[in-house]
């Protein structure tokens, strides 16, 4: 039993299901009590890294549970001095932080819950190219929602899976919850080979086929020893969803994107914004089930 909400595989398929449930419980019922769950509670929003969706939404999603929150601004905090990260977090803790949201590029999750209080929660809101477990529950979410059970799914994630916690994630998720059909597309040089039970496909007309969900990923160029993209437009001519190579899908496939989104690089206007698109609807998630989790639903 875990306090934290670190990485997906720490839990069991009933503590994921559990924890989607009472997400949309909160989309459903407004219910006054839970508008409490956070009283005298503080969460503090450790973002490292760049982030709009993510953060903003934690931050709502504690101030919906009425939390204190304090969102600290990282290039003008002393970690900009040489402070580490544990230091930082020490620091908080002894102001009487109760929950910490933290996103880091390096591998820091455990190291900080080595150094928390037993009453003190940590949140990982993305870590390096290894997990982001509160995206991977709000692409669940959005699945459940669309699809109903996970059991006889086809799911495709395209584009840069070398470099993906949202993919590994979402992945690890998917797996959990009984979906046992997952397909990798992206060109050769991006795709992982740390990520198991799951198929590679290089071209998009064999990969896409059959499937019910297509979730589209970001080149994270930030990540990448450089040279791993030779050609943009012979990237975008093979992986772009356009829709002509959407219609390669089952007819009623869904369209995800964690964003942010590169417009005419892996996505066109048309298939973001057209009707099987669902990523607005992932965005509408990540508010309830950053909730759930701050409530310690799981
Ligand atoms: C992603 C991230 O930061 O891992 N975005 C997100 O949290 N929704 C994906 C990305 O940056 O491409």
Same mark, same amino acid.
């Given at each position: 039993?875990?306090?934290?909400?670190?990485?997906?595989?720490?839990?069991?398929?009933?503590?994921?299901?559990?924890?989607?449930?009472?997400?949309?419980?909160?989309?459903?019922?407004?219910?006054?009590?839970?508008?409490?769950?956070?009283?005298?509670?503080?969460?503090?929003?450790?973002?490292?890294?760049?982030?709009?969706?993510?953060?903003?939404?934690?931050?709502?999603?504690?101030?919906?549970?009425?939390?204190?929150?304090?969102?600290?601004?990282?290039?003008?905090?002393?970690?900009?001095?040489?402070?580490?990260? #544990? @230091?930082?977090?020490?620091? &908080?803790?002894?102001?009487? /932080?109760? $929950?910490?949201?933290?996103?880091?590029? %390096? =591998?820091?999750?455990?190291?900080?819950?080595?150094?928390?209080?037993?009453?003190?929660?940590?949140?990982?809101?993305?870590?390096?190219?290894?997990?982001?477990?509160?995206?991977?529950?709000?692409?669940?979410?959005?699945?459940?929602?669309?699809?109903?059970?996970?059991?006889?799914?086809?799911?495709?994630?395209?584009?840069?899976?070398?470099?993906?916690?949202?993919?590994?994630?979402?992945?690890?998720?998917?797996?959990?919850?009984?979906?046992?059909?997952?397909?990798?597309?992206?060109?050769?040089?991006?795709?992982?080979?740390?990520?198991?039970?799951?198929?590679?496909? #290089? @071209?998009?007309?064999?990969? &896409?086929?059959?499937?019910? /969900?297509? $979730?589209?990923?970001?080149?994270?160029? %930030? =990540?990448?020893?450089?040279?791993?993209?030779?050609?943009?437009?012979?990237?975008?001519?093979?992986?772009?969803?356009?829709?002509?190579?959407?219609?390669?899908?089952?007819?009623?496939?869904?369209?995800?994107?964690?964003?942010?989104?590169?417009?005419?690089?892996?996505?066109?206007?048309?298939?973001?914004?057209?009707?099987?698109?669902?990523?607005?609807?992932?965005?509408?998630?990540?508010?309830?089930?950053?909730?759930?989790?701050?409530?310690?639903?799981?």
């Amino acid at each position: 039993m875990t306090r934290h909400f670190i990485d997906i595989k720490d839990f069991t398929q009933q503590q994921l299901l559990q924890l989607l449930e009472s997400a949309q419980g909160f989309i459903k019922n407004n219910i006054v009590e839970d508008r409490a769950l956070l009283t005298g509670k503080t969460v503090t929003n450790l973002f490292f890294e760049p982030s709009t969706r993510t953060h903003a939404s934690f931050d709502l999603a504690a101030q919906k549970l009425n939390a204190h929150v304090i969102n600290l601004n990282i290039e003008n905090s002393s970690a900009t001095k040489g402070e580490t990260v #544990t @230091d930082t977090v020490a620091n &908080l803790q002894a102001m009487g /932080v109760d $929950i910490f949201v933290v996103r880091h590029r %390096e =591998r820091v999750m455990r190291e900080i819950a080595n150094i928390l209080k037993p009453s003190v929660r940590l949140i990982n809101a993305g870590e390096g190219a290894s997990s982001h477990p509160t995206q991977a529950m709000l692409d669940l979410l959005t699945i459940q929602q669309c699809k109903k059970n996970f059991n006889n799914l086809r799911v495709a994630i395209v584009g840069d899976l070398k470099h993906s916690r949202v993919a590994r994630s979402t992945i690890a998720g998917l797996q959990i919850l009984g979906c046992t059909d997952i397909v990798l597309i992206g060109p050769k040089n991006l795709l992982p080979d740390d990520i198991t039970f799951v198929t590679q496909e #290089t @071209d998009m007309k064999t990969g &896409l086929k059959n499937t019910d /969900v297509i $979730i589209m990923l970001r080149i994270q160029k %930030e =990540r990448m020893v450089s040279g791993l993209i030779h050609n943009e437009q012979e990237y975008i001519d093979h992986y772009q969803l356009n829709a002509e190579k959407l219609a390669y899908a089952k007819k009623d496939a869904i369209v995800m994107h964690p964003g942010p989104m590169n417009r005419g690089i892996e996505i066109t206007d048309e298939v973001a914004d057209g009707p099987q698109s669902v990523i607005l609807q992932q965005v509408r998630n990540g508010v309830a089930v950053r909730m759930a989790i701050l409530a310690g639903k799981f």
